[in-house]
């Protein structure tokens, strides 16, 4: 893409400004520039709905749904690109259809392996399938589509797609804020829940076509193949954290954002790495961290927390938690 | 909203139409009748116990109470309406294992969502909560307080042990006041000590609270001392009364097919020895 290329160059002699003169003006100018301006508009709101409806995914143990979601977004954008459409159109399409899909098959709150493995296989190879379409027959297309698809290019984000996957993510976590507590009964507690009249059959589907919804805008930041480092790794890191459910869940929407934030920052520090690359290789480090801050704290846990208890009216140790 | 109808730890008025009317209902799974021709009643603050072999459609009769399951013929009343119209005056405690080891989720908020939470939206950090809030929070640790789980309601309840969270999902039950609560299996996976503790913990609930129990047995003899009722399900129908009548060599052996002693232990209390599917621990 054209605007990539030339974000590239932006990158490139703006290195001076951001490593000769004092931190704040490298901050300054970076800011000032229109590539990163639209970036980090996109990014903010994508990374925030990611982190925020990951945090029910892992949850839920739905990362295998979400995974076989990556495929789904990849086969969407090429199938668009292949029809001569817009190709968030495909994106969006397939992966709220199959969502739905997923929900609807899995004929339980939460989808079944086999059918989300049979489902992303064939969904991939129909994939390959579009782009040898694509390649062969559209005078237009042009050849960085398919790796943009896969990889994502958030430096090479327009200002009006930009401001386009905000107003999404704007709409979809209003919605996820909407369903917010229902939802979370229902994934504790599908039983319970159900009696006290949260629609769980309903729940499970429209959730799943949430997470298809999120997996189509993270593709457009990230790519497709690497969309669940937004989607997994923050609300992982912030189920180590913390173990209350509505804390959790803002946090995983932070660490998300600053992912996003600092993987920005890098790429455009280092021009040479690529940003989909620092913005996975943040969220990886920090899960790791998060993993590495509690593995200690929970081995004294295990060892206060005995596994059988016979007497219940005896005070057990206090959580080491709180 | 929900929170306080009733002022807590005074027991409900006192009412004498009946909780649970069952008027010659038929319930039936997938073409097959599980149970046909059962009648019974359930009046207010009464403990009663589902009993019966496996597969004889006890936890169908449960969810058929909550309207999760409709009766094919006859009818069913809770608590003055058709089933499932006045779910949220029902606490109710599903058949089930566990919670995964690695739930990462603290029991008080397990507890918090029988409260609210089938209600939409989002809530608000605490500090924003107000007075609302605040009153949510005092019953969270008052019904928790009730089951004495305050040592443990901090620790995820992936870490609890079975009676720990067996005493959360019964705090769950009671957090809005209901004055029917159906329990399935509460005190399976449970050991014996707990069983008894659980066991009495329910009883005194339903004397104090005058809450009505339904409650579904493997294992008749950890609340046989607390019974007021005793539904018998066999052969596709249903046998209620007071355990003294129900709980007899002969009456078990017809309805199992299979031969069942009653003895009395020194206390005089009924013990029933020889019942399938009881756990090995429990035969005395």
């Not at chain 1, 490298?26 to 980090?40: V, Y």
Request: net charge positive.
């Amino acid at each position: 893409m054209s605007s990539a290329d030339a974000s590239i160059l932006a990158r490139a002699t703006s290195i001076d400004h951001a490593l000769g003169a004092n931190p704040i003006d490298g901050l300054a100018h970076m800011l000032s520039l229109q590539f990163i301006q639209h970036a980090l508009v996109a990014g903010t709101s994508i990374a925030l709905l990611s982190g925020l409806v990951g945090y029910f995914v892992v949850l839920r143990g739905q990362v295998f749904a979400g995974d076989a979601m990556s495929h789904v977004a990849y086969t969407g954008a090429l199938a668009a690109l292949a029809a001569g459409v817009d190709l968030r159109v495909g994106l969006f399409a397939a992966t709220v259809i199959v969502g739905l899909a997923l929900g609807l098959l899995g004929g339980r709150s939460t989808a079944d392996d086999v059918v989300i493995g049979t489902t992303f296989a064939w969904v991939l190879g129909l994939g390959v399938f579009f782009l040898a379409l694509y390649t062969t027959h559209s005078a237009t297309g042009n050849s960085t589509a398919n790796v943009n698809v896969l990889f994502g290019s958030i430096f090479g984000i327009s200002s009006s797609d930009a401001r386009t996957a905000a107003w999404i993510a704007v709409g979809l976590i209003a919605l996820l804020l909407l369903i917010g507590r229902p939802l979370l009964f229902a994934s504790l507690d599908p039983a319970v829940a159900r009696a006290r009249g949260v629609p769980v059959r309903l729940l499970g589907p429209l959730f799943l076509a949430i997470v298809g919804a999120t997996a189509a805008e993270a593709s457009q930041a990230i790519g497709a193949l690497l969309l669940f480092g937004l989607v997994a790794a923050p609300p992982a890191a912030a189920q180590r954290l913390t173990d209350r459910p509505w804390a959790g869940f803002v946090l995983s929407g932070i660490l998300a954002v600053a992912s996003m934030w600092i993987g920005i920052s890098l790429a455009y520090a280092v021009p040479t790495l690529p940003a989909s690359f620092t913005i996975m290789a943040t969220s990886t480090a920090i899960y790791a961290g998060a993993a590495l801050i509690t593995v200690g704290r929970r081995r004294g846990e295990r060892r206060r927390s005995h596994p059988d208890v016979s007497a219940p009216e005896q005070p057990q140790g206090q959580a080491a938690t709180s | 909203m929900i929170v306080t109808e009733r002022a807590p730890g005074r027991p409900a008025p006192p009412t004498h139409t009946p909780v649970i009317v069952v008027d010659q209902a038929e319930a039936r799974l997938g073409g097959r009748a599980i149970w046909s021709d059962v009648s019974l009643q359930i009046g207010p603050g009464q403990f009663v116990a589902v009993l019966g072999p496996n597969g004889v459609g006890k936890s169908t009769l449960l969810k058929a109470v909550l309207g999760l399951l409709p009766v094919s013929t006859g009818q069913i009343k809770v608590l003055g309406g058709s089933p499932g119209r006045h779910n949220d005056r029902i606490g109710y405690l599903p058949q089930r294992r566990a919670f995964d080891p690695t739930t990462r989720i603290r029991g008080i908020d397990i507890v918090r969502l029988g409260l609210d939470g089938d209600r939409w939206g989002t809530p608000l950090p605490a500090i924003l909560g107000g007075r609302r809030a605040r009153d949510a929070r005092e019953r969270v640790e008052e019904v928790i307080g009730l089951v004495g789980a305050s040592g443990y309601a901090r620790r995820p309840i992936g870490q609890c042990s079975g009676g720990e969270q067996q005493r959360l999902l019964i705090a769950q039950a009671l957090i809005r006041h209901p004055e029917l609560l159906v329990l399935d299996e509460p005190l399976d996976s449970l050991d014996v000590t707990n069983q008894a503790s659980v066991s009495s913990l329910i009883r005194d609930i339903s004397r104090t609270r005058n809450v009505a129990v339904l409650l579904v047995a493997h294992d008749v003899n950890p609340i046989l001392p607390y019974l007021d009722q005793v539904i018998y399900l066999a052969h596709g129908g249903a046998v209620m009364g007071p355990p003294e009548q129900v709980i007899t060599a002969d009456t078990l052996s017809m309805l199992y097919g299979t031969p069942i002693d009653v003895l009395r232990d020194r206390a005089g209390r009924l013990v029933v020895v020889g019942q399938p599917d009881a756990h090995a621990e429990h035969r005395r």
